[in-house]
T-cell receptor
Framework: KAGVTQTPRYLIKTRGQQVTLSCSPISGHRSVSWYQQTPGQGLQFLFEYFSETQRNKGNFPGRFSGRQFSNSRSEMNVSTLELGDSALYLC????????????FGPGTRLTVL | QKEVEQDPGPLSVPEGAIVSLNCTYSNSAFQYFMWYRQYSRKGPELLMYTYSSGNKEDGRFTAQVDKSSKYISLFIRDSQPSDSATYLCAMSAGGGGFKTIFGAGTRLFVKA
């Protein structure tokens, strides 16, 4: 089975812009979670989507949003970018039921200038 | 106080050593405990997964969970230079969906 894929792998934006990141989960997986990873804060949970519905949400401002499509692919959007949004954004997929294991993609490295 | 505490290291050991990595936590609702390994510029890779208390062994890796002390450990036997990576502990309360809390990660260097 192909693993979790994320696009793009690298992104450079300026403050105030918005960005959309994409994640394709492992075939058959219905749950997609998003995480932000920074050297200072570590890995922090953003939100989880299951069958096109947001099932869990972390403590991030409303500038961070996401959605999931019927084929389980997910997108994450960050509006009005701030310098502090520079991070590695990781997507993780899971079957969604009967397990708590997740499989991570390689991440998208976002740099905000 | 963070929900999950993990010493960021770095931890440097000679090849062949036994490595002990640890995390403590404060939320007694956590039931699922994971260890991930992350190489530079890669996403985390699931190494070990344990439900509730007890030990679990997989090859050179052993995971231990002590819920009474709110303490989990990962032991690596016969460490290899290829084990050099960041090790993240993670835990969740379960109950449907994911809201996994990760430790800060411990950077491990195994010297040949």
């Amino acid at each position: 089975k192909a693993g979790v894929t994320q696009t793009p792998r690298y992104l450079i934006k300026t403050r105030g812009q918005q960005v959309t990141l994409s994640c394709s989960p492992i075939s058959g997986h219905r749950s997609v979670s998003w995480y932000q990873q920074t050297p200072g804060q570590g890995l922090q949970f953003l939100f989880e989507y299951f069958s096109e519905t947001q099932r869990n949400k972390g403590n991030f401002p409303g500038r961070f949003s996401g959605r999931q499509f019927s084929n389980s692919r997910s997108e994450m959007n960050v509006s009005t970018l701030e310098l502090g949004d520079s991070a590695l954004y990781l997507c993780a997929s899971s079957p969604g039921t009967g397990t708590n294991t997740q499989y991570f993609g390689p991440g998208t490295r976002l740099t905000v200038l | 106080q963070k929900e999950v505490e993990q010493d960021p290291g770095p931890l440097s050991v000679p090849e062949g050593a036994i490595v002990s990595l640890n995390c403590t936590y404060s939320n007694s609702a956590f039931q699922y405990f994971m260890w991930y390994r992350q190489y530079s510029r890669k996403g985390p890779e699931l190494l070990m997964y344990t439900y509730s208390s007890g030990n679990k062994e997989d090859g050179r890796f052993t995971a231990q969970v002590d819920k009474s002390s709110k303490y989990i450990s990962l032991f690596i036997r016969d460490s290899q230079p290829s084990d050099s990576a960041t090790y993240l502990c993670a835990m969740s309360a379960g109950g449907g969906g994911f809201k996994t809390i990760f430790g800060a990660g411990t950077r491990l260097f195994v010297k040949a």
